[in-house]
Structures are given as C-alpha cells and as structure tokens.
C-alpha cells in the first residue's frame, strides 16, 4: 500500500513538471504578450516588465457566454497574426479552459510537494521519522487524483483544508489526502466533453483528408478521359442510327431524285453525272457550300477526295488555322481542311479508302468501314475502324501505335500522346499523332528513298517496312497517295 502510495506521489511530481512546462501556452492564450518562466511574469521584448505592444491578438470571435457556461465552452477564437487573423474551431475553447485547469493543478502539486518536504525536513534525524513521511507521500500520492480542479481548491488552503504555511503536524502524518466523489464526477464529465470534442474534430480532417484526396483524383487527364469515353459512345450511337436510317432507303437509290444542293461526291452520282471533276457539296447548309475534287469513276464513284499526294509540289507543313480551313491546289495536291471532313462525316456515315504507290511501282490500298472526325472544340478527334484491304493496318497498328481516338495536331498545336514533345513538328506535318505514330501520310514528300528522320510519307505496313529498321538504313518513299471518303451505303 505504502508502495503504491509512493509511486502515485512521484507520478504528481513528474506531472507538476509537465504542467510547468505547457504552463507557458496557457499564459499565452490568455496574454499573448506574456511569457512564463522562473522569474514570473514577463514581457516579450522586456526583461524588466515595461509592457510592450505586440501585433500578436488573442481574442474571442463575437459574444460569448451570453447563455451560460456551456456555451462558453464552445465559444469561437480569432487569432491575429498581421496581417492575417485566423478563425480557430470552437472546440479551442475547451482547450484553454483545460490548460488554465492543468496550471491551477500544478500550483496544488506544488503545495502538496512543499508539505512532503518539510515532513521530510522535520524527520531527518529520525530514521522512523523519515519512513513515516515517505508513508505521507504515498498516502497522499494514492489519493490525490489528477481529477481535483481549482474550483475544489480554496486560495490560502490546502486540499485537506490545512492553510497556506502551517505544517503537517505528527498527529496528521498519516491523513489522506481526499477529493470528493462530485469533483471526480464532474471532472469525468468535463474530460470526456474534451474527448469527444477531440474525436469529432479528428474525424473532420479525416473527412477534410478524404475530400482533397478526391480533389487531387480530378485532374485534367481524368476529366479528358471521361469526355472521351463518353464522345465516343455518343459517336457509336450517332453513326448506328444514321447507319439504321439510311439502310432503309436504299432501294430509293435508283429513283430519279430532285437534289438541290448535293451533300458529296456521292449525290452527283445519283444525279447520273460520272466525270471527275472539282463540284460544290453543301453538307450542312448552315455551314454553306465549298468546293471538293470528285472522284466519279474509280471503284464506282461517288468518292469524295480530302487528300492527295502526287509530285510534292505543296508543302504539308502547316499551322493549325490552315489545317483547319485547307490549303494547296484542289486539282493537284491538297489537303480539304479539317472543318470540311468533319462537316462531311458528320452529315452522313462514311468510309475511307487510301491509296498508296511507291516509286516501284507497287500499289496497295486499306479501306477502313467507319470515318469520323470530330469538330474543332474536340481537337477533330479521329473515330476510325473496319479495315480491310492490301497496304496493311498501319492505323491500328498495335496498342502503342494506334491512331484511332487521337487528336489532330500540328506543329504549333502539340495535342499528341508523347509527354516529352510535340510529334508533328519533329516529323513536320499535321496528323492524328499517337506516341508518334505507325502512320503519316501528310509528311514530307520526297522523290526517291532517303535516310535520317522519317518524316516523310510513311505507312508502317507497307511490304517492304522490316529493311527500316536500322536509321542507317534507307526511307521508304511514296509517289501516290490518296484519301477519299463516300458514304457507307452507297450503291453504284
């Protein structure tokens, strides 16, 4: 017993230390321009206690206590810190109450701690003395609880109600010292308030954690992400019931039609008209009309030309605005503009063939049963699918290289997936790149093979590509290309 009585009066020691040294926060929160130490009170910026103003303000936010203690114990602070003023939670409020209790407490130890020593002092030279005061210090450690508040603690007196300097006399060496079950009981109540207040307020930054978690999760890439995938269901869907409509009226086609104004190539060829030749298409008539090149007699005509390649006498290293309106010669070499081919393959479900031919005469093709490319606000995004034909899969080419669902980009407009660069002005054209690319048939054109970048007019498929595969190696080059579109259900 006596045991644990001195182990309970040690352990108010080391918690009188305790409470001195967190003393100085409840000084501060009181007095932002007082400090705590051995001498007293102090201060900042004077030893000898002249007061001193201090930019530094601790005050309540608004009227508080007006309802009572309990509401005082929630009560906003706003703490000043020129030129910011921070708003502090209301649970801060029970937090300074309980450093003020923690310093009235310390003062109480430190009673306690004086009548121990002098028990200590009057004993000394008697041994039985001295064990009978150690026997006072753990009757009194055991006892005292750390739930005895200043408001239980008389100024002047002792908790066992001895006053302020009489010493414990031999008939009291072995009084216990007491705390009263109400004092523990509120007390108990007080700390667990703090408690829950502390629980509640760790779960708000565990929530405040959650949020900014989220936050960071929504970047860029991710709101991209969720506005292609949707785009592209909304292209399915589109180009599902567009397919749905017009298969229907298929059999139709053979009727003589009154066309006003010819959307494509295609219409002129129900107009019975069968030459190649440069005619006006009006796709969206609230886009107005432009002229195209009109593919009438290959493969059963109606194709309608958006690129072509055939002496290099154009330049396909352009700007954006340029890709997007056309350049070069609608006779000869030219690329229809980005506005054009979207308003086309808007208007109705196209596909593509390309044509390709090199310098040795080898000619193949790749027909792609679905064509679509987006408008400007979406970077003219390119939906491409169904191939079949002679020159390969060079668009699909395999999960690192595929130009379906890529962006077109250009020199001065790097929309591209290669982090560490813009792919079209390194290989000096405008093209759907990917991260680069398994095709490009805008780059430069050259008149025979050639070494170094290849960033000429390039179809990764081709019969001879696997010789390139060293950069000392030659270039493939290309005499011939063409792209044309004409709609999926088209009947010559």
């Not at 109600?161 to 009489?166: K, W």
């Amino acid at each position: 017993m006596r045991t644990s009585e001195l182990g309970v009066c040690a352990f108010l020691l080391v918690t009188a230390t305790l409470v001195l040294r967190t003393s100085w926060a409840a000084e501060f929160l009181e007095n932002s321009h007082h400090r705590w130490d051995s001498k007293g009170t102090h201060t900042f910026g004077s030893e000898t206690g002249t007061p001193t103003s201090c930019p530094i303000k601790f005050r309540p936010s608004g009227q508080c206590g007006s309802s009572g203690p309990e509401e005082g114990e929630d009560c906003p602070y706003q703490l000043t810190l020129p030129p910011l003023t921070i708003q502090l939670p209301k649970q801060f409020r029970l937090l300074e109450k309980t450093m003020k209790e923690l310093q009235s407490l310390k003062e109480v130890v430190n009673k306690l701690k004086g009548r121990c020593q002098d028990c200590r002092g009057a004993r000394g030279n008697d041994a039985f003395g001295h064990q009978q005061a150690e026997e006072v210090q753990r009757d009194a450690g055991e006892e005292v609880r750390l739930d005895v508040t200043p408001q239980d603690v008389i100024p002047g007196s002792t908790v066992d109600g001895t006053v302020d300097g009489a010493r414990l006399g031999p008939g009291s060496i072995y009084a216990k010292i007491t705390a009263s079950p109400s004092t523990m009981q509120e007390m108990q109540v007080k700390l667990n308030k703090m408690s829950a207040s502390l629980r509640n307020a760790r779960n708000q930054i565990t929530t405040l954690q959650g949020h900014m978690e989220r936050l960071n999760l929504i970047n860029m890439d991710n709101v991209q992400a969720m506005v292609d995938s949707r785009v592209q269901n909304i292209t399915g869907v589109v180009n599902k019931l567009s397919s749905t409509c017009t298969t229907h009226c298929r059999s139709d086609s053979s009727r003589p039609q009154s066309i006003l104004a010819p959307r494509d190539c295609s219409e002129y060829s129900l107009l019975n008209i069968r030459k190649n030749d440069v005619y006006h298409v009006t796709p969206d008539p609230r886009n107005g009309t432009f002229d195209v090149y009109c593919d009438m007699e290959s493969y059963g005509g109606g194709w309608t030309v958006i690129q072509q390649r055939n002496n290099g006498s154009v330049s396909f290293n352009h700007t954006w605005n340029e890709y997007k309106k056309g350049f070069g010669n609608i006779r000869g070499e030219f690329w229809l503009g980005n506005d054009h081919i979207h308003l086309l393959t808007k208007a109705k479900d196209m596909i593509l063939r390309i044509e390709l031919e090199d310098f040795e005469g080898v000619r193949e093709y790749a027909k792609y049963d679905q064509f679509y490319v987006a408008n400007e606000f979406l970077y003219y995004r390119l939906s491409i699918s169904g191939y079949s034909g002679t020159a390969g899969n060079a668009i699909s080419f395999n999960k690192h290289f595929n130009h379906d669902q890529k962006f077109f980009s250009t020199p001065d407009r790097d929309n591209d997936m290669y982090p560490s660069g813009n792919c079209a002005a390194y290989y000096s054209s405008g093209w759907w790149f990917d991260a680069c690319m398994s095709a490009n048939l805008n780059g430069k054109y050259y008149h025979k093979r050639y070494k170094g970048v290849r960033n000429g007019i390039f179809w990764g498929t081709w019969h001879n590509m696997s010789t390139e595969y060293y950069p000392t190696n030659y270039r493939q080059a290309f005499k011939t290309v063409k792209m044309m579109i004409r709609p999926k259900n088209y009947a010559p």
